[in-house]
């Protein structure tokens, strides 16, 4: 069984056949899926499909594109909602270097905020990280951010970087881009990380995996993430898929 740590359903990608992309999902083994609400609309959305589907969750955050965007009655907004029994995740949240919508400091504030909520509520993280390796390690420590733990969502940093979110009690994730042709660096951090603190995910609809890339990304391509896995660590593919979905459960609480 696979567990999708990281899917947006609630994209507006997914309007129109959402259900038949969630039935080929559990077609391919797909146990589990968080479904990850990063403003208002999407996180509303969110909710309803975890109302609607017994094997779906939610993470509650506030995207670094959008931190402008963030206001206190928000983040109240956001602690309320963790109250939900499916919502098992704060974020995503982090910082993202790459779109200027919001200004850094704006953004590494929203991302101080959310840190210090899930340390609050004892809730883990979801974290985004965007041409801001350096910051988010820097911001990660001096909030003490391993008292929450969490998730490095589509991970995109070097080893040593792996190694240092490792220690502060953080999950690696992998998506799409460990099955490109072309991406070592993934692939170098996957052969690296301890098995029991690997994730896998597809961030659908975006970054699907090889052969699929440059289109929909959907969950039921998580498998295709757990086979390039287990190639690149030498194991099998059960082990990958049970060790990923057990790690799952796990940071989440979900039994």
């Not at 919502?87 to 919508?101: P, R, S």
């Not at 220690?167 to 099955?179: A, K, L, Q």
């Not at 660590?233 to 609480?253: I, M, R």
């Amino acid at each position: 069984m696979l567990f999708d740590t990281h899917v947006h359903l609630n994209a507006d990608q997914f309007e129109d056949d959402a259900e038949e992309v969630i039935k080929r999902a559990r077609e391919k083994g797909v146990e589990h899926m968080v479904v990850v609400g990063f403003d208002e609309k999407t996180i509303n959305k969110a909710l309803k499909l975890i109302e609607a589907y017994d094997f779906l969750y939610a993470a509650v955050g506030w995207h670094p594109v959008d931190a402008v965007d963030l206001t206190d009655d928000y983040l109240a907004w956001i602690e309320e909602l963790s109250d939900h029994p499916k919502v098992v995740a704060i974020g995503e949240t982090g910082l993202d270097y790459y779109w200027d919508k919001s200004p850094k400091d704006v953004q590494q504030e929203a991302f101080r905020k959310q840190i210090r909520l899930a340390k609050k509520l004892k809730m883990p993280l979801i974290i985004h990280d965007r041409e801001a390796h350096e910051d988010i390690v820097d911001i990660l420590k001096e909030e003490n951010a391993e008292e929450a733990g969490g998730i490095m969502h589509c991970f995109q940093g070097d080893v040593k970087m792996a190694k240092q979110c490792l220690e502060m009690n953080f999950y690696i994730s992998f998506g799409g881009p460990v099955t490109f042709k072309n991406a070592k660096l993934p692939k170098e951090v996957a052969k690296e990380v301890p098995l029991n603190r690997l994730l896998v995910e597809t961030d659908a609809p975006f970054l699907a995996p090889h052969p699929y890339r440059g289109k929909r990304n959907e969950p039921s391509y998580v498998k295709l993430v757990a086979e390039k896995i287990a190639e690149l660590k030498e194991v099998e593919f059960e082990e990958v898929a049970n060790q990923t979905t057990e790690n799952a459960k796990k940071l989440f609480g979900i039994s």
